[in-house]
């Protein structure tokens, strides 16, 4: 399982990659892992509100469906629209090809509450 050191994290599986105000979001190697085979993917449309914490799409695999959280309050400014016909991005590449969606972040500072790298290990590593 990877978790690269420039990225921040949820203790739902989300990935944050922070760009000024704008964030990138998707679910981490564990998640995927945990998951299996991914065959669909329900994201948020460009515009809308999502809060932190609260659902902001499905991933379903062949093992079960969950829910993917916003790490952060903002507005999805783009969603990754390869994922319509290619879920199993989300596989084979979690921190690249596999994105979900871009926020534009409501309060930059909210992202100090996301985790570091060694914390989701811990987290991962006591699951």
């Given at each position: 399982m990877t978790t690269p050191?420039?990225?921040?994290?949820?203790?739902?599986h989300?990935?944050?990659?922070?760009?000024g105000d704008?964030?990138?979001v998707?679910?981490?190697?564990?998640?995927q892992e945990?998951?299996?085979?991914?065959?669909?993917?329900?994201?948020?449309e460009?515009?809308?509100?999502?809060t932190?914490?609260?659902?902001?799409?499905?991933?379903e695999?062949t093992?079960?469906?969950?829910?993917?959280?916003?790490?952060?309050?903002?507005?999805?400014?783009?969603?990754?629209?390869s994922l319509?016909?290619?879920?199993?991005?989300i596989n084979?590449?979690?921190?690249?090809?596999?994105?979900?969606?871009?926020i534009?972040?409501?309060d930059?500072?909210s992202?100090?509450?996301?985790?570091d790298?060694?914390?989701?290990?811990?987290?991962?590593?006591?699951?």
């Open positions: 050191d420039n990225l921040k994290y949820t203790s739902d989300e990935w944050v990659q922070a760009d704008v964030v990138r998707g679910i981490t190697d564990y998640a945990s998951l299996g085979d991914i065959v669909y993917v329900k994201l948020p460009p515009g809308e509100k999502v932190a914490g609260d659902p902001m799409g499905e991933v695999s093992k079960s469906v969950s829910e993917v959280y916003a790490p952060v309050s903002g507005t999805v400014s783009q969603r990754n629209e319509d016909s290619q879920p199993e991005l084979s590449d979690p921190y690249g090809e596999g994105w979900m969606v871009d534009t972040v409501d930059p500072a992202l100090a509450d996301l985790m790298p060694e914390a989701y290990q811990g987290l991962t590593e006591s699951s």
